[in-house]
């Protein structure tokens, strides 16, 4: 299955700010995907990370929040802009080759906002 | 300590016995259904997996149950390790769900007690 690189693996940062993080696959794959893990609670899908077109949000996730790039078939970036405490989360990139393949985790961004 | 697992449902299990881990699964046309395992610090970790046309699944000290009458899955694990303390997530998903998309269930921790 394919590894991934996700960086930074945890940051704090101030209100208002933005942070980008980076994901990273050592192969090409079909799909990517972003997810948020607020703390103590299950993963919620922020949007589909499609090359070369807009990102695919999901029902309360929009892109001013959240801008999303995926220039090629192996890298994305997911920006978390203007933070606010209620940003503070673990976010996830995960990868599949499609139907039936599941899903491969980063090891998660964990970022407190302050 | 990290914040996955601290306010979800915890299953305790004495060292050597069996656990049973429940989801109850929401779409009908999901066709493709996954375990994942998080332990601290880390990105959820393919466990075991399921198609709809299954309705048992063995993998190595495990066993997932698919029951689509009453949308209902179950991980067992047989004698349970030290190592087997994290919090489990079901995902619901495939293509006849219309999309790649997997929606995850709210969570398990599972406690070892030795």
């Known amino acids: 299955s394919a590894v991934i690189s996700q960086k930074p693996s945890r940051d704090i940062c101030q209100r208002g700010t933005s942070l980008t993080i980076q994901c990273q696959v050592d192969s090409q794959v079909t799909m990517m995907f972003w997810y948020r893990q607020q703390p103590g609670q299950s993963l919620t899908l922020i949007a589909t990370?499609?090359?070369?077109?807009?990102?695919?949000?999901e029902s309360g996730f929009v892109i001013d929040k959240f801008p999303i790039s995926r220039p090629n078939l192996t890298f994305s970036t997911l920006t978390v802009s203007n933070m606010s405490p209620e940003d503070s989360s673990i976010y996830l990139c995960s990868v599949t080759q499609g139907a039936y393949y599941g899903y491969t985790f980063g090891s998660g961004t964990r970022l407190t906002v302050v | 300590g990290e914040s996955v697992g601290l306010h979800l449902p915890t299953l305790s299990v004495q060292e050597g016995d069996n656990s049973i881990i429940n989801c109850a699964y929401s779409?009908?046309?999901?066709?493709?259904f996954i375990w994942y395992k998080q332990e601290s610090g880390k990105g959820p970790q393919f466990i075991i997996d399921i198609r709809s046309n299954m309705d048992k699944r063995q993998g190595q000290r495990v066993t997932v149950l698919l029951n689509k009458t009453v949308k209902h899955l179950s991980l067992q694990i047989a004698a349970t390790q030290p190592g087997d303390s994290a919090v489990y997530f079901c995902a619901e998903g495939g293509p006849t769900s219309g999309t790649y998309k997997y929606i995850f269930g709210t969570g398990t921790r599972l406690k070892v007690l030795a």
């Open positions: 779409n009908s046309a999901s066709d493709y």
């Open positions: 990370a499609n090359q070369g077109s807009e990102a695919t949000y």
